[in-house]
């Protein structure tokens, strides 16, 4: 069980085999905990922003 992004080239050059194509694991969510949004530092609502952009485009 591994992430698509790490073996796709394996993959792709017959060292590594899908062997349950239909099967996957159950998607998992990713929280961030912060104190309060009221008083957000810049910083932070950066990381979120980029963190949710990052995690949009990967097909994982």
Known sequence: MQPSYLVK????????????????LP????HAL???RRYMPVALRALLDFLVQRFEQQPW
């Open 34 to 36: 912060y104190p309060s």
């Open 27 to 30: 998607e998992l969510d990713i």
């Open 9 to 24: 080239d394996f993959i792709a050059s017959g060292r590594l085999r899908v062997i349950l194509p239909e099967w996957s």
